[in-house]
């Protein structure tokens, strides 16, 4: 697998400002981070998701630690695959900022679905909460839905053999007429694809 030096430094960057953000109680700074995000998402895809992201840079070290000590994932039930959960826990994450607002007291939500990412992801492969859980990721999917930029697969340089499908922590390379190809809205722009793929035939581009 190729590497991928700067992203790695990039990821742990943010991931010490936020914990620094949490541990001052400035973690509106990190909001408007992620808002900007959310406001780029329609311009250079889920960048946020795949380079920004703690929960995302937490799961992704859990994922290699499984790795390292052959730690088997759990079957994803059918019933968490549904699609309406990640849009009601985006819901609920609104009515807890609303409310912690109204209050003026500090709800720790993100500390906890950071810890409830990396949780639900030493048990199950991190599809589950990149694909189906993350609140985030549902105003994040909105966004992204119909971006400028994102990650394209060569049809004229594909083989086919599903490398991409197999590595993409977010199911976002689907099959289309027996052709593979990836679908930015859910693609997290982690370049996990683009580094698994020995014909070299994924690349960060303007989407036609």
């Not at 400035?26 to 808002?35: D, G, R, S, V």
């Not at 699609?83 to 009515?95: G, K, Q, S």
């Not at 694909?131 to 549902?138: K, W």
């Not at 400028?148 to 086919?160: A, L, P, Y």
Request: with cysteine; charged share 20%; proline share 4%.
């Amino acid at each position: 697998m190729k590497k991928k030096p700067l992203k790695i430094i990039l990821q742990l960057a943010f991931l010490v400002l936020f914990f620094v953000l949490l541990g001052t109680n400035n973690l509106k700074i990190w909001l408007a981070i992620f808002l900007i995000g959310v406001a780029s998402a329609p311009i250079i895809g889920r960048i946020y998701c795949g380079w920004i992201c703690p929960i995302h840079t937490g799961t992704m070290f859990m994922t290699a630690i499984k790795k390292k000590f052959n730690i088997k994932s759990r079957v994803i039930p059918n019933s968490l695959r549904a699609p309406w959960i990640r849009y009601a826990l985006a819901a609920l994450l609104v009515v807890v900022f609303v409310i912690g607002e109204i209050k003026g007291r500090r709800i720790p939500a993100l500390a906890f679905l950071f810890t409830a990412g990396i949780v639900i992801t030493l048990m199950y492969s991190e599809v589950l909460w990149h694909r189906y859980l993350c609140p985030y990721g549902a105003f994040l999917k909105v966004a992204a839905s119909k971006t400028k930029r994102g990650m394209v697969i060569d049809k004229n340089i594909c083989k086919d053999n599903g490398t991409c499908k197999n590595v993409c922590p977010a199911e976002a390379v689907v099959t289309v007429d027996g052709r593979n190809q990836i679908d930015n809205s859910e693609c997290l722009v982690c370049m996990k694809c683009k580094m698994n793929c020995q014909e070299n035939a994924i690349f960060y581009k303007r989407i036609n």
